[in-house]
């Protein structure tokens, strides 16, 4: 999964764009923020991708 489609995820998930600083878009849901890093069209590794989406309450 790439960036941009996990930030699409956690978007339809509750989170809300706070800004977007470079090539990362930071994101909140409640008292956690989320930076999602977003490079072309690379997958996103096995165990950041775990990480932010239990964050972010998908799992």
């Known amino acids: 999964m790439t960036g941009k489609e ?3 995820l956690l978007v339809k998930n509750n989170c ?3 800004r977007i600083r470079g090539s990362h878009h930071i994101l909140v ?3 956690k923020t ?3 890093p977003v ?3 690379r997958d ?3 165990g950041l991708l775990s990480r ?3 964050d972010g309450g998908l799992t």
């Open 16 to 18: 809300s764009p706070a």
């Open 34 to 36: 989320l930076s999602v």
């Open 52 to 54: 932010l989406k239990k």
């Open 44 to 46: 996103l590794p096995r």
């Open 39 to 41: 490079h072309a069209n």
């Open 6 to 8: 996990l930030v699409r």
């Open 29 to 31: 849901k409640g008292r």
